[in-house]
């Protein structure tokens, strides 16, 4: 007699699945809305931890199914296939982070040498959190103007710009210019034009640039860095000083939430330095240290 083998159906496929697929919308929509400010950051790490939870229990029982798929031939392996792909999507950013967690320092700051050498402020937990700060054979107005360039560039929104010790302005003993002489005429009595500034250059002329600074021997810029994908701020904070005709340049950036910023305030740190000595082409940069 032939007998009829029927094969047993995966109970746990179509749930991992589910779970797979809604833990990653679940990531899905929680970064866009810590991005567009609809959430905290406190909400989106318990969102993190539920992400996290549902998303590893669902690879486990879509491993657990493709297990019971090779060994007894249990129908539902593409359905447990599917969710641990889905499941591994979700696991990427996570491992990721963790990557990033173990190699850099368990802190969320980051500085240069000038700054981590001064008396009056606080020195970094890590030295790994510790950049070598630029020196320009420049005057600090020049380094100034540079620093406005590049802080465009990066797009950071500055808060406020400081100076002191500001450079003496020679007074201007010219006589003031002679009133333009009345348009002539012509025979005739016509009388003949004379150029006069368009309205957009007048207006324009009134605006005054929230970070022109006049000539001083020290700035301190303050300014909010964001990453790219979520749009965590970082404070930071840009100081120039000059010393014998030198401009020395130094950075400090504080992530405002979290405790550890797995290394992005030096990233943040490194590509402004980066972009600066890339403007001072023609001027030798010394990094200190």
Known sequence: MAGHYLRKRLRSAP????????????????????????????VFEILLALVATIGGAALVLA?????????????????????FVVGLFVAAPFALGGALALSNPPINMAETDGLAEAVDEPAPVDPAAVVNGRVFPVRASQMYQTVRLVLGDVGWSVSG?????PKPVA??????????PAPSVIAGGIPVPTPRVAPDE???EGEADPLDRPESG?????AEARDLILR???DVEIRITEDEEQAYLDLRSVSRFGS?????????????????????IGATSTPKG
């Open 202 to 204: 007048e207006a324009g």
């Open 171 to 180: 007074e201007d003993t010219a006589e003031p210019p002679e009133p333009a």
């Open 161 to 165: 710009v400081e100076t002191a010790d």
């Open 260 to 280: 550890r910023d797995l290394g992005q305030n030096r990233r943040f740190i490194e590509n402004f330095l980066e972009r600066v000595d890339a403007a001072m």
């Open 15 to 42: 749930v991992a699945r589910r779970m797979a697929w809604f833990s990653g919308i679940l990531l899905v929509v929680s970064a866009l809305m810590l991005r567009l400010g609809a959430v905290e950051f406190a």
């Open 218 to 222: 020290e700035y301190r810029v303050t």
């Open 63 to 83: 491993g657990f199914g493709l297990q019971r798929v090779w060994s007894r031939g249990h129908e539902g392996g593409a359905a447990a296939l599917g969710a």
């Open 232 to 234: 965590l701020p970082s």
